[in-house]
C-alpha cells in the first residue's frame, strides 16, 4: 500500500509540474507571440528631421527610462515607468512646464511645476488608481537617500488599463515605483506592453509605451528632442499614420469600444530652454498628437510635461544668483518641428511594438498586425524602400 501511495504522490508531483509548466508558457505567449517592429524598420519614416542614435528620449544626454511591468495571472497587466531628467535631480532641478490638452485625468505636481518653472522628481507613469502609490513610492525613494532635503512634490501621471488589467486589485505598490526608479537606464528604451503601458491600448490597437528622438542640424544649432508616450487614446476609424487613414483601412481586429483613455506625453531636450520656452514647446504636442487622429475627446486626458537639460538649478549658491543659458526665441521653430514629429512616430511605435494581449475578463485587445499596416501604407505611397536596420530596438 505504501508503495502504492509513493507512485501516486509521484505522478500527483509530476502533473502538477506540467501544470505550471504549462500556465508559464501561457502566460508567456500572452505577451509574446509574433516579432514587433518600430516605424522605421517597418519603412515608415515621418518628417524632415533624422532620430537620434537610439530614436528614444534617452538620446538626451542624461535622461534615463525604467520600466517594472507586471503581467501575472489572468487580470494582472500593469505597471510603473520612470523617466528621470538626471541621476541628482532631486538636488539639482532643471527647468521643465506642464500642459493639459484636455484634463479628463490626473498627473500629480504640474500645478508647482509650472509655479515655480522647473522640475526637481521623476516623471511616473502608472495606471489610473495606483497614483497614490507611485507618488508615495518616489517621496520614500528620496527620503531613504535625502533624509535632510526639503520635501518634494513628485510627479504622477496616469492612463486607465481597467479593460485588460484588474485595476480595482491596485497591484501597483509603492515598492514597484522605487523599482522603477532604480532600474532606470540610457540608451535603447523598451516600448509596447511594459512598464506603466502594460495594460493600454491606442486606436483599438494593442498600445502602451512609445519613444522617439529627432536631431536638429547643426545650422539649427544641433540640439536634440526626445519624446516618450504612454498611449491609450484615440478610436479606430480616427487613426492616422504619416497622414495616412489607416484605421479606415485595416477595420478587422476590433473590440467593443470601451471608455476613452488618455495620452501622457514627455518632453526632453538638450536644448537651452526656460520655463516659458518649455511650455510653448509643451503645446506643440498637440499638433503631433492631432497628426495620429485623435481630437482630445472629452472622457479623455492628455497631459504633456517637457522639461530642458542645459541648465542646472542649484539647491543653494553662495549669493542668492546663477547663470542661465537661454536660446533666443527666433530660434524655436526647427524644435517646434522635431518635437511635433517624435511625437508622432512615438505614439506609432508605441502600437507597432506591442503584442496581442489577453486581460481580465478575456478580454482580448489585438496588435496592429504590421503586414496589413505596411500593405496600406505602401498603397498610399508612404512607405519608404529602405527600412532602418534593428540594431538599436
Same mark, same amino acid.
Given at each position: 500500500m505504501e508503495k502504492y501511495n509513493r507512485k501516486y504522490w509521484k505522478i500527483l508531483w509530476l502533473c502538477l509540474i506540467v501544470v505550471i509548466q504549462i500556465n508559464a508558457i501561457a502566460d508567456e505567449h500572452a505577451t509574446v507571440s509574433e516579432e514587433r517592429l518600430r516605424a522605421r524598420e517597418l519603412g515608415i519614416k515621418?518628417?524632415?528631421?533624422?532620430?537620434g542614435k537610439y530614436n528614444a528620449i534617452t538620446d538626451v544626454a542624461g535622461v534615463k527610462v525604467g520600466h517594472v511591468t507586471l503581467h501575472y495571472g489572468e487580470s494582472v497587466r500593469t505597471g510603473v515607468t520612470a523617466v528621470i531628467p538626471r541621476d541628482d535631480i532631486w538636488i539639482?532641478?532643471?527647468?521643465?512646464?506642464?500642459? %493639459?490638452?484636455n484634463g479628463n485625468g490626473e498627473a500629480?505636481?504640474? =500645478?508647482?511645476?509650472?509655479?515655480?518653472?522647473?522640475?526637481?522628481?521623476?516623471?511616473?507613469?502608472?495606471?489610473t488608481l495606483s497614483v497614490g502609490a507611485v507618488h508615495e513610492g518616489v517621496v520614500r525613494y528620496m527620503i531613504e537617500r535625502y533624509p535632510y532635503n526639503h520635501i518634494i512634490l513628485p510627479i504622477v501621471a496616469e492612463c486607465y488599463d481597467g479593460g485588460l488589467n484588474d485595476i480595482?486589485?491596485?497591484?501597483?505598490? #509603492?515598492?514597484?515605483?522605487?523599482? =522603477?526608479?532604480?532600474? #532606470?537606464?540610457?540608451?535603447?528604451?523598451?516600448e509596447g506592453c511594459v512598464?506603466?503601458?502594460?495594460?493600454?491600448?491606442?486606436?483599438?490597437?494593442?498600445?502602451?509605451?512609445?519613444?522617439?528622438?529627432?536631431?536638429?542640424?547643426a545650422n539649427r544649432g544641433g540640439y536634440t528632442v526626445g519624446v516618450l508616450v504612454n498611449a491609450n487614446g484615440g478610436r479606430r476609424r480616427q487613426l492616422r499614420i504619416d497622414g495616412?487613414?489607416?484605421?479606415?483601412?485595416?477595420?478587422?481586429?476590433?473590440r467593443e469600444r470601451g471608455r476613452d483613455g488618455s495620452f501622457i %506625453?514627455?518632453?526632453?531636450?538638450? #536644448?537651452?530652454?526656460?520655463?516659458?520656452?518649455?511650455?510653448?514647446?509643451?503645446?506643440?504636442?498637440?499638433?503631433?498628437?492631432?497628426?495620429?487622429?485623435?481630437?482630445?475627446?472629452?472622457?479623455?486626458?492628455e497631459f504633456v510635461i517637457a522639461f530642458s537639460t542645459a541648465n542646472v538649478i542649484p539647491r543653494r549658491t553662495d549669493d542668492g544668483t546663477f547663470s542661465v543659458k537661454m536660446l533666443v526665441n527666433?530660434?524655436?521653430? =526647427?524644435?517646434?518641428?522635431?518635437? %511635433?514629429e517624435a511625437t508622432e512616430e512615438a505614439i506609432v511605435n508605441s502600437m507597432t511594438a506591442a503584442v496581442t494581449t489577453v486581460g481580465k475578463n478575456g478580454n482580448t485587445i489585438h496588435a496592429i498586425p504590421l503586414d496589413q499596416l505596411k500593405a496600406v501604407m505602401k498603397k498610399y505611397g508612404r512607405l519608404a524602400s529602405d527600412p532602418e536596420s534593428v540594431e538599436h530596438k
Open positions: 515621418i518628417g524632415i528631421y533624422e532620430p539639482n532641478k532643471v527647468f521643465g512646464a506642464g500642459h %493639459i490638452i500629480t505636481g504640474l =500645478a508647482w511645476t509650472n509655479e515655480a518653472g522647473w522640475i526637481e522628481s521623476p516623471i511616473m507613469l502608472t495606471n480595482s486589485g491596485l497591484h501597483v505598490t #509603492a515598492q514597484h515605483a522605487i523599482e =522603477a526608479i532604480k532600474k #532606470a537606464t540610457d540608451g535603447p528604451v523598451a512598464g506603466g503601458g502594460t495594460g493600454m491600448r491606442c486606436y483599438g490597437f494593442k498600445a502602451g509605451i512609445g519613444t522617439s528622438s529627432r536631431v536638429l542640424p495616412v487613414p489607416v484605421g479606415r483601412e485595416i477595420t478587422d481586429l476590433t %506625453i514627455v518632453v526632453a531636450t538638450d #536644448a537651452p530652454l526656460v520655463h516659458r520656452q518649455l511650455l510653448q514647446l509643451a503645446k506643440r504636442v498637440t499638433h503631433g498628437l492631432a497628426r495620429t487622429g485623435t481630437p482630445s475627446t472629452v472622457s479623455s486626458g527666433n530660434r524655436m521653430d =526647427a524644435l517646434y518641428q522635431a518635437t %511635433i
